[in-house]
């Protein structure tokens, strides 16, 4: 653990230029991940007549398989 | 159709993953800005410059935390358009507020002064640095008031209304949300573990520094800022979070009743159970180690209050269902048309209990017509699992106490001038340096997953606030996120490492150890 660097110091990266480094990367990585998978929120064209037809309407057919097994391990609670 | 329950559960997933790790880096942020403001304070105060050198090194620190977590939050927003559409547009006017008040906080204030106080020091008086300083810690304490404003609200929202002509609760008092009991409670115990966060990594590094006999009158008064500080601080959290269990027993008695495993109502006032195996299947508590009258006075503050048991509170639950499946049935005649007095005062007698007739939508697409049985499921969906709960809760105070006894043993040791042969107290201080972080994030499994199965508590159910989208799309931005955020921790750790083994050194003042040893290598 004693080990350290022992290059000058010009030679060493300074840690502005490293933080610069990240940030700038962080920031194109950011940029790609909501290009790639949040550029195009549905809740944009989301209006009270779609939420009501979400909420209140019966869906077209009844509870799927998975809900009635999930539902089925709860009624044991 | 309503969302799948598969994509239901990745979604949270991945709500969860961002969050769990954009608070790695807050707690440090918040408390170590504060352990900047005291060092550079004794500076101001006494002009001598092992202090100044102490903000600049734990300074540097900070920075590469503050860099790394730097809008690791943004992509909690990101979801919020994406994967929870309805639960958006069902809040967004409450929830917006804050969220973008805390944006404002972070981005003008924080960001701000902590540019500033990176290059300012030649260019400010000392205190006007110092004032800098200070806007910095206050600039990261505001954001996260904000933000936990926003969180409390999702846990008890109050000062709202819902608008059936809009579908969405409506804002009615901003002062109410602001001064919500949960964020008041919430942020004084989030922000004090921040401070303890701060205080343990203070603590820990200067351990090893001083186990190396490295800069030892650096180290010495950094570990002598961290122990009172976290003494302090971790005395705080443990009085704070008594006064947040009191809140939950208020306002979030589910929650409380899963965290304490409190199956039936007891006699008051309530015992404790220190601990204990639940067991789910036959709703006991396995084991159980009782504490008498603890749990009583701690969540009511009084020996007369009973807290209410779990069975008693599934029984509750299904009465609101029915209520909720009239509120339910009002609203559909509203929406479609009938505006008479009689439906309307019907839905407004009712609607407080719309959150609990949703619930219902997973068994039954015919919430009016639901069977006794589905009543019955969708009640005991009201109750969040409690071994997570109940483990996660008694991990959090574990931490805790050790944290308590580490400072306490410190600030001890420090007071009788004793603190160098006590070098056991110095390794226990660098190897529990996790803890802290191990306790905020139990913390908050223990906020969020015990606000479950609702994302606003009583007003709307998790399952129906997710977006219809598939389930895939949202395994693989998970996986993005992982890669991503992976990658960061790396570069953090590497790169908070690198500058903890170059230690003051690394200021460049010519005062400190390895620059000494280099220049003899160099001669």
Redesign the interface.
Known sequence: ??????RS?QRRLS??K??TI??VV??L??CV??L???S?????N???G???R???Q???????P??TE??AR???? | MLPDLELVNVSRLQFAVTALYHFLFVPLTLGLSWILVIMESVYVMTGRAVYKDMTQFWGKLFGINFAMGVTTGITLEFQFGTNWAYYSHYVGDIFGVPLAIEGLMAFFLESTFVGIFFFGWERLSRVGHLMVTFLVALGSNLSALWILIANAWMQHPIGAEFNYETMRMELTSLPEIILNPVAQSKFVHTVAAGYVTASMFVLGVSSWYLLKGRDVAFAIRSFAVAAGFGLASVCSVIVLGDESGYTVGEVQRVKLAAIEAEWHTQHPPAAITAFGIPNEAEERTDYALRIPWVLGLIATRSTDTPITGIMDLNKEAAARIENGMVAYDALQKLRGGDKSDGTRRTFELRKKDLGYGLLLKKYTPNVVDATPEQIRMAAADTIPRVTPLFWAFRIMVGCGLIMLFIFVAAFYFLAVRDLAPQRWLLRIALWSMPLPWIAVEMGWIVAEYGRQPWTIAEVLPTFLSVSNIPASHVYVSLAGFVAFYSGLLIVEVYLLLKYIRLGPSSLGTGRYELEAAEKGAAA
């Open positions: 653990m004693r080990r350290h660097d022992t110091p840690l502005a490293e933080i990240v940030l962080k920031a990585a950011l991940i909501w790639a998978f949040f195009s929120p549905s809740g944009r989301l209006d009270a779609g939420v009501a979400s909420l209140l019966p869906p077209p057919q009844a509870t799927q998975q809900e999930r539902a709860s009624g044991t609670r």
